[in-house]
């Protein structure tokens, strides 16, 4: 079976399954068994920055001081949900500070928009104004959603405060490195700060504009969607459900075309089952799978595979330097629990039958061979049943 891979797992299922070969038939069945069972069950714990990882942040400018930290926002002192057009809650806090200290709350987020935009000139302050601090309750790190003004021209942007994790350090690094656009971030010992990555949230694009789409749309998408999935499940970015990713519309000449992009990473290279890095499997994403499969043949989706597949080749060459340097210090971190470290490499080599993968002993182990058997393979959409 593992010669099929997951390429037969996106065909038109209902016009082909009368004549389908066995093997596609009792892939049927998995996927089927996948998307209706729960994939994450238990929340994934903080992991600390180590040393060798904090230098590697040092050298290419990802580490500040501390110049707020999380648990200063956390001090707030009241707050008011937060209701959609449809005045359905949205699972953000409005958040109020003690005006004893919100001035050198504000001042403090204004530093840290400087550094992360430019170079912590502070001439740029006095015409920046903090509209809101906003609070997630849902999900695992619970970040806080700052907003701030240019009070000369009222544009503005977010960005978001939450609790430094390792896990999701290196999400961004990879994400940063191999995937089409490049991700801002700035993380010391106690807090990390991550530009805002404009988009449609996932859900939401699925529930009110995906229905209206022209078919050519629906087309594009479905091809956005099979490139999304391969990359994720290639640097193994776990949790990838519809709210944890956006959809961006870029209007190109007289059409509108998308594009998926992740936006949270703390699922990085955790989890022990295989089908937690395949977008596909979440139930979640099924009105995805569903434009896959109606709207792309099983020949499309091997090219876009490749297509794909032969991008993050090229940008790991690009990169090569400083991937090596970052999989070389995450082969010794600690970043999950030795039995999700058994199960998965134990499930990555039934898809490849690559005797390497059994030998690994950490999650950066896995991610190393994971992306040299990419670099090695990925002409031969036959070979890499990785993916």
């Known amino acids: 079976m593992a010669q099929f891979g997951s390429v037969h797992a996106w065909g038109a299922w209902g016009r082909r399954f009368k004549s389908c070969h066995p093997d596609f038939i009792c892939l049927l069945y998995i996927y089927l068994m996948e998307i209706n069972k729960k994939l994450i069950s238990k929340k994934k714990p903080f992991f600390s920055i180590s040393k060798k990882l904090k230098d590697f942040l040092k050298t290419h400018d990802r580490w500040i001081e501390n110049v707020i930290s999380y648990d200063d926002l956390s001090r707030f002192s009241d707050s008011i949900n937060l209701l959609d057009k449809k005045d359905k809650d949205t699972l953000w806090k409005r958040l109020i500070f003690n005006e004893s200290e919100r001035q050198e709350i504000d001042n403090n987020l204004k530093i840290i928009y400087t550094l992360l935009h430019s170079d912590g000139n502070p001439s740029s302050i006095p015409y920046l104004t903090i509209d809101s601090v906003d609070y997630c309750t849902f999900g695992n790190s619970k970040p806080f959603r700052v907003k701030i003004r240019n009070?000369?021209?009222?544009?503005?942007?977010?960005?978001?405060?939450?609790?430094?994790?390792?896990?999701?350090?290196?999400?961004?690094?990879?994400?940063?490195?191999?995937?089409?656009?490049?991700?801002?971030?700035l993380v010391n010992d106690s807090s990390l700060i991550e530009e805002h990555i404009a988009g449609i949230p996932g859900d939401i694009f699925i529930k009110d504009y995906l229905p209206k789409c022209s078919e050519i749309q629906k087309a594009q998408i479905a091809k956005e969607y099979v490139k999304f999935n391969e990359r994720c499940m290639i640097r193994l970015l776990g949790d990838m459900r519809s709210y944890n990713y956006v959809v961006i519309p870029i209007h190109d000449f007289d059409q509108v075309i998308y594009k998926i992009r992740a936006i949270d990473f703390d699922q990085q290279s955790f989890e022990g089952k295989f089908s937690v890095y395949r977008p596909q499997f979440f139930k979640e994403n099924k009105p995805m799978m569903d434009l896959v499969r109606a709207k792309l043949k099983t020949d499309s989706i091997n090219q876009y595979k490749i297509e794909e597949r032969s991008t993050i080749s090229r940008r790991l060459i690009i990169s090569e330097k400083r991937m090596k340097l970052l999989i070389g210090i995450m082969k010794k971190d600690t970043l999950s629990i030795n039995d999700n470290v058994v199960s998965l490499r134990n499930e990555i080599f039934k898809f490849t039958n690559e005797n390497l993968f059994?030998?690994?002993?950490?999650?950066?182990?896995?991610?190393?061979?994971?992306?040299?058997?990419?670099?090695?393979?990925?002409?031969?959409?036959?070979l890499i049943d990785l993916i």
């Open 151 to 185: 009070i000369v021209n009222d544009n503005f942007t977010y960005f978001y405060v939450k609790r430094t994790d390792a896990s999701r350090v290196y999400g961004i690094e990879f994400e940063h490195m191999l995937s089409p656009r490049h991700l801002n971030f």
């Open 358 to 382: 059994l030998k690994c002993e950490s999650m950066g182990d896995l991610m190393e061979i994971t992306l040299k058997y990419l670099k090695k393979n990925y002409q031969n959409v036959s």
